[in-house]
């Protein structure tokens, strides 16, 4: 009995073995029967990003995947952001390589097959493929008139127009496709091109003889149309874009109101040399951090964000303080969070990391995006006072100067620093402004709070 039993459950499993050989053989003569690929669209890492740059693809087709791994970094309006994959499986296609610039958010850029699935058999959904070819059928046929205007700089299509040259002859050496003026200048050389003077319009052929003659034989004074200035045509990154139509966006829909004060600073330039000699670098800035922290807590008014869509502002539970940090690209805000929690050594060494983070363009979306509150410091720069804009959805930012050397009224040296408050007039009352800005003057002159766990006020 139990011989045969052996031999039945052998016959059974070459059965089993033969019958999964022959699915798996139809399965892969088939790929319609394979599940469809996961799309890899470009992600929107940012509340202001509509469309970002593929620096790097840290995965090649073929590539195992699990959830957690880094698939490419891209460069959105702000930072280098490492963008992570939630699902397991083979990279498949590179729909979009590296270095590719203005991919629109929502854009397929890659395809990722299922675990077991074939991953050579992936194809690119018909539906991409038609809707690329409808847009690249518009794009040649909208863009060929437009193409000269748009990749042609003022000084070379000045000159272009002065020798009477074809635009499609030229061979563009400037990015993206872009004609610079040393390529006009190389195809005029190349052809030994004049310039030619303008033809008389109907008008001009009205007016008699000699005043032609005149006119053809007189040069204006200071002119010389032969001479063009160098320069070269820099273009902006996403993140200069973004900035200006953010400011724009601040100075027309917020109504900025401005409040300036001086503060005594002495006592903190004296703690801040106690505090290095016992190794805790800190900076002015580090102090200013943490006193605006606390004056938050006492001036919720401050410490909120508005609602752009609904024009409701929220007061906010958490006191994060976004620090500006000026970068290559341009000014980005990283943010402290809790700064009314932590002391000011951990604040300096945050700010310390963050900053250095910015700069490299490797901060993550919630590195930079969100704050209650912004803090722009130029004294470093020898800027003794200025007034900064507003940073949406924020309703208030602080402007602080470089310190200065002046005498009080009995001839006593002093050192102040010129602090000016900008902030939103729909939120915040001229009344709690002055108390806000009362309330951090007072967190400056008694450093000793700034330093305490758990100060008392």
Not at 43 to 60: D, F, H, Q, R, Y
Not at 177 to 186: E, Q, R, Y
Not at 271 to 282: A, D, F, G, H, S
């Amino acid at each position: 009995m139990s011989f045969r039993l052996f031999n039945r459950i052998g016959s059974t499993s070459k059965n089993i073995f033969l019958t999964k050989k022959i699915v798996s053989a139809f399965h892969k003569s088939c790929p319609s029967l394979y599940a469809a690929p996961i799309q890899l669209k470009m992600p929107s890492l940012s509340p202001t990003m509509t469309e970002g740059n593929i620096v790097k693809w840290l995965k090649n087709e073929g590539d195992s995947v699990v959830p957690g791994d880094v698939l490419m970094e891209i460069q959105t309006d702000k930072a280098i952001v490492a963008f992570e994959t939630e699902e397991e499986g083979v990279l498949a296609k590179i729909l979009i390589p590296e270095d590719s610039k203005n991919i629109q958010v929502g854009t397929l850029v890659g395809l990722l097959s299922l675990p077991g699935d074939d991953w050579k058999s992936v194809s690119v959904p018909q539906e991409t493929v038609n809707t690329s070819a409808v847009q690249t059928s518009q794009e040649s046929s909208t863009h060929q008139s437009t193409e000269t205007t748009q990749k042609i700089g003022p000084a070379a299509r000045n000159l272009v127009q002065l020798y009477g040259i074809d635009i499609g002859k030229l061979k563009p050496s400037g990015p993206h496709g872009f004609i610079l003026k040393s390529d006009v200048k190389a195809f005029i050389e190349q052809n030994r091109l004049k310039p030619k003077l303008a033809e008389p319009s109907p008008v001009e052929e009205i007016q008699t003889e000699p005043e032609v003659k005149q006119t053809q034989n007189k040069k204006p004074s200071g002119s010389h149309p032969e001479y063009q200035p160098d320069y070269q045509d820099i273009e902006l990154s996403n993140m200069r874009k973004v900035i200006a139509k953010r400011l724009v966006f601040s100075k027309s829909t917020i109504p900025h109101s401005y409040i300036t004060a001086n503060c005594l600073v002495d006592k903190i330039i004296h703690l801040r040399k106690e505090m290095i000699k016992k190794n805790q670098k800190v900076s002015i800035n580090d102090f200013i951090s943490k006193a605006v922290a606390l004056a938050l807590r006492l001036v919720p008014e401050l410490n909120s964000n508005m609602d752009e869509k609904t024009g409701e502002y929220t007061q906010l539970k958490t006191v994060d303080v976004s620090i500006a940090v000026a970068t290559e690209n341009g000014l980005i805000t990283p943010i402290v969070k809790d700064a009314d929690k932590i002391d000011v050594v951990d604040i300096s060494e945050n700010v310390k990391v963050l900053a250095e983070k910015a700069r490299q363009g490797k901060l993550m979306p919630h590195e930079f995006q969100g704050g209650s509150f912004t803090i722009s410091n130029l004294g470093m720069f020898g800027i003794s006072e200025f007034s900064a804009v507003i940073n949406p959805p924020q309703v208030a930012i602080l402007a602080v100067g470089k310190y200065q050397l002046k005498f009080n009224t009995n001839m006593e040296k002093q050192t102040e620093i010129s602090m000016t408050l900008s902030y939103d007039e729909k939120c915040c009352s001229l009344d709690r402004a002055q108390t806000f800005l009362n309330t951090l003057n007072y967190f400056l002159s008694n450093p000793d709070l700034l330093v305490q766990e758990k100060p008392d006020f």
